[in-house]
């Protein structure tokens, strides 16, 4: 049983009006989470759920949440508070209707994306450790991409496939890619850039005006090439996006072959989930980039 009174004191306390849940009901709240719509007094709110001790991992999504809408440059939902609920810990936020990305708001995502990028910070990182999935993600502020990328993405997933039975080649042979990491750069040097940090098509939707929104983010300062790999990785980006990007900021032509090496990350990251098929994946993406070399 929720503790509805608790949420609407507690969302009360955030937003200054008298809240009461009247009603709610569940609705999708992604792979990992419950979530429901809380409805009363004439207002709305998404409440995702999770186990108790899942609380900083939603303290980490409010305050990603907050950074894009802060950006001033692409909708998302405003959080609102969190807290724990007896078993379980949970997050409140604007709740926005959501419907599919039409043509005109695909190429509007991909112009304020572009904006979004621009964005910037003095370091690589965050104030703050987040999640990306269920998995933690690191995020020590440094002054170097490379290494930020070697150490808190490429070592830190291979490690965990390694402690979760991948193939040794695996391990071994992205040790070899790690060392050799700066090859991938040459002459191109990323600008920190406010990222969503897990860009594919099922974090983003459109209101019912059309403007584009983004949600369960996995927000850093980083390259703005790895949020546009990801969109590369499982689909639902169409040309639009991609052209109206590149009329905002072109991108440079190394892109081609870092989006390979920015996937890894992510795929890396499915196998430490799912187990299964991501470990060959991985496998022939180290290979790949090794013999570009």
Same mark, same amino acid.
């Given at each position: 049983?929720?503790?509805?009174?608790?949420?609407?004191?507690?969302?009360?306390?955030?937003?200054?009006?008298?809240?009461?849940?009247?009603?709610?009901?569940?609705?999708?709240?992604?792979?990992?989470?419950?979530?429901?719509?809380?409805?009363?007094?004439?207002?709305?709110?998404?409440?995702?759920?999770?186990?108790?001790?899942?609380?900083? *991992?939603?303290?980490?999504?409010?305050?990603?949440?907050?950074?894009?809408?802060?950006?001033?440059?692409?909708?998302?939902?405003?959080?609102?508070?969190?807290?724990?609920?007896?078993?379980?810990?949970?997050?409140? *936020?604007?709740?926005?209707?959501?419907?599919?990305?039409?043509?005109?708001?695909?190429?509007?995502?991909?112009?304020?994306?572009?904006?979004?990028?621009?964005?910037?910070?003095?370091?690589?990182?965050?104030?703050?450790?987040?999640?990306?999935?269920?998995?933690?993600?690191?995020? *020590?502020?440094?002054?170097?991409?490379?290494?930020?990328?070697?150490?808190?993405?490429?070592?830190?997933?291979?490690?965990?496939?390694?402690?979760?039975?991948?193939?040794?080649?695996?391990?071994?042979?992205?040790?070899?890619?790690?060392?050799?990491?700066?090859?991938?750069?040459?002459?191109?040097?990323?600008?920190?850039?406010?990222?969503?940090?897990?860009?594919?098509?099922?974090?983003?939707?459109? =209101?019912?005006?059309?403007?584009?929104?983004?949600?369960?983010?996995?927000?850093?300062?980083?390259?703005?090439?790895?949020?546009?790999?990801?969109?590369?990785?499982?689909?639902?980006? =169409?040309?639009?996006?991609?052209?109206?990007?590149?009329?905002?900021?072109?991108?440079?032509?190394?892109?081609?072959?870092?989006?390979?090496?920015?996937?890894?990350?992510?795929?890396?990251?499915?196998?430490?989930?799912?187990?299964?098929?991501?470990?060959?994946?991985?496998?022939?993406?180290?290979?790949?980039?090794?013999?570009?070399?």
């Amino acid at each position: 049983m929720r503790d509805w009174e608790g949420i609407s004191a507690a969302i009360s306390a955030a937003t200054g009006p008298p809240f009461v849940a009247r009603h709610s009901r569940a609705v999708g709240g992604g792979c990992i989470n419950e979530a429901a719509c809380l409805e009363g007094d004439g207002a709305r709110y998404f409440v995702k759920f999770n186990q108790h001790d899942r609380l900083p *991992m939603f303290e980490a999504e409010a305050a990603g949440l907050a950074a894009l809408s802060d950006s001033g440059t692409i909708r998302a939902p405003r959080p609102v508070a969190t807290g724990v609920d007896g078993k379980h810990a949970w997050l409140a *936020m604007e709740y926005i209707e959501l419907g599919p990305i039409s043509p005109q708001s695909s190429a509007a995502l991909g112009r304020q994306l572009a904006a979004m990028h621009r964005c910037s910070a003095t370091f690589f990182g965050w104030s703050r450790d987040n999640t990306i999935g269920a998995t933690p993600q690191l995020n *020590m502020q440094t002054d170097s991409w490379i290494e930020f990328y070697r150490e808190q993405r490429l070592h830190y997933q291979l490690r965990l496939a390694q402690e979760n039975g991948a193939p040794a080649r695996l391990y071994d042979n992205g040790q070899r890619l790690m060392e050799v990491l700066s090859v991938f750069f040459g002459s191109y040097n990323p600008v920190p850039s406010l990222l969503h940090g897990d860009l594919w098509g099922g974090n983003v939707a459109a =209101d019912q005006s059309g403007r584009p929104v983004l949600f369960d983010p996995a927000i850093y300062y980083g390259d703005r090439e790895t949020d546009l790999a990801m969109t590369e990785l499982f689909g639902g980006f =169409d040309d639009r996006f991609y052209q109206s990007y590149r009329d905002t900021w072109d991108i440079d032509p190394g892109y081609s072959t870092r989006k390979v090496l920015y996937n890894l990350y992510h795929v890396l990251n499915h196998y430490n989930l799912f187990s299964g098929a991501y470990a060959g994946q991985a496998e022939d993406m180290v290979a790949r980039l090794l013999a570009h070399i």
